[in-house]
């Protein structure tokens, strides 16, 4: 199967991720490896699609047959307008990335898959948490840390849109005006700036031993925030633990069954 491609042109496939762009996604690798271990003869398809044509996109994967579909940038908003029934948690974040078709059942589970990636650690219940970022992720993580009754600081490079978002949610958390890491016990970076040419100023001094880093963004090799961590002996993972954790719960969502994922990490590795 080709790696991408319009979805005017959408192969006869059972899934897919829908994005724009969407050829840098590994949703393909990672749910073609989890039906393989599986031994289900399904397939996943990367379609592009753009804003505006997610409605009629999903009309017509429906009439192909499609089951089930992953939204990426910039569909998610959309995609809970769309969505026949939505569950708490995504009506909350204001955005959906997994839909059941045909009947059009839409969840969240970058939220849930975030807390997933969390367990290789031994983090405390109370749980202090520098979240920086206020976009699509750092709404679906700040949401669900505080479900999780976690306590929250939040950092964004513009403050009214960091305040919003504590609004909008409802959620207790406290905005800060610089990244600042004194007594965290967890820094989440949900800026993707460590994949741009910015470097956000962090001081490190500041940071407890015990400190656990999370870099949303995910590369082949370590992202610059990774390298940071590791350089000051912080233990640190990027965002392809949460890309598991998100699409594993996806297909649980779809398909009712467990989702293999160890061996939907290592086809991303
Ligand atoms: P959005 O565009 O919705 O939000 C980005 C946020 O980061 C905005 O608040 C923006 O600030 C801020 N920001 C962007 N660039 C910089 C910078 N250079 N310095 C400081 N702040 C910056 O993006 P998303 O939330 O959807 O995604 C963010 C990252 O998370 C991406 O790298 C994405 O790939 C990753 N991601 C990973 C997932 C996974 O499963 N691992 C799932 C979802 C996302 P401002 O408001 O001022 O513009």
Not at 204 to 219: C, G, N
Request: glycine fraction near 6%.
């Amino acid at each position: 199967m080709k790696h991408w491609c319009d979805w005017r042109d959408a192969p006869q496939a059972d899934f897919a991720v829908l994005g724009d762009p969407v050829s840098h996604s590994l949703s393909p690798k990672m749910h073609r490896a989890a039906f393989a271990t599986l031994g289900l003869d399904l397939t996943y398809a990367a379609l592009r699609v753009p804003l505006a044509e997610l409605a009629v996109a999903l009309d017509f994967l429906t009439e192909k047959g499609y089951r089930g579909v992953n939204l990426t940038l910039p569909l998610k908003e959309e995609g809970l307008r769309l969505a026949r029934e939505a569950d708490e948690f995504s009506r909350h974040c204001g955005a959906v990335n997994t839909i059941r078709l045909p009947n059009r059942q839409a969840t969240n589970t970058d939220g849930p898959g975030f807390l997933e990636s969390l367990t290789v650690w031994n983090l405390p219940p109370k749980c202090k948490t520098l979240i920086m970022g206020a976009g699509g992720s750092a709404r679906a993580v700040a949401f669900a840390l505080a479900e999780s009754g976690h306590e929250i600081s939040l950092w964004n490079r513009s403050t009214k849109k960091a305040a919003h978002l504590i609004e909008d949610l409802k959620i207790q958390a406290t905005p800060l005006l610089d990244p600042a890491l004194l007594n965290q016990d967890l820094l989440v970076d949900c800026t993707g700036a460590s994949l741009q040419s910015t470097a956000i100023p962090i001081d490190w001094t500041q940071a407890k031993p015990s400190l656990k880093v999370v870099d949303l963004a995910y590369s082949k090799l370590p992202t610059p925030l990774i390298e940071a961590a590791t350089e000051h002996n912080l233990e640190a993972q990027d965002g392809k633990a949460m890309l598991v954790g998100q699409g594993a719960l996806a297909l649980e969502f779809w398909l009712d069954i467990r989702a293999p994922r160890t061996d939907m990490l290592s086809a991303i590795l």
